[in-house]
């Protein structure tokens, strides 16, 4: 089952490898008599499963660079350098990881971006927005709900309420709100 299938929605063990296969795996985990036993057999049955991936390397390489510019490359760029087709790196990433290279790189970018949040002070939307690279603050505001459903405001006044209706909760730092 390729990634692509998998991507924003939900599956178990049973619906990817079979009723069978995940019934031989509960019971060997199971019957393992320490938690680290259980993650060797896990270990183990992942391992048996692996296989080899066309491109994987160039997603690895492309998404290892994404990832640590926050998804600010120029996904052509990678391409380029890569020496590979934009449809090639399309097919490949949605194979192995679900999503396009763009995909990702908004994904890295967004929530880089809601991270540096800080929803105790003021926020200058079209600063947040340029400082991220959006186009627009109207290309950010809709990005915004597509990943949250919320506006941008309506984001800030959840959390803050999360934080003055839950001081000091474990969920207290985290970006997306706890509604």
Known sequence: ?????????????????????????????????????????????????????????????????????????????????????????????KEVIGVTPKRLARSYRFTSTVLALDVAAPVDWGDVAARAGYFDQAHFVREFREYTGLTPTRYVEVRQRFLREHPGHALDGWPLPAD
């Open 1 to 93: 089952m390729s990634a692509a299938e998998l991507c924003d929605r939900p599956a178990t063990v049973e619906q990817i490898w079979g009723q069978p296969a995940a019934a031989g795996l509960r019971h060997r985990l199971t019957s393992a008599d320490a938690p680290h036993e259980m993650l060797t057999v896990l270990e183990e049955e992942l391992l048996r499963r692996l296989r080899a991936i066309d491109g994987l390397d160039i997603v690895r390489h492309m998404s290892s660079a994404i990832a640590a510019t926050g998804g600010a490359v120029p996904i052509s760029e990678l391409g380029m350098a890569a020496r590979a087709s934009s449809t090639y790196l399309a097919k490949r990433f």
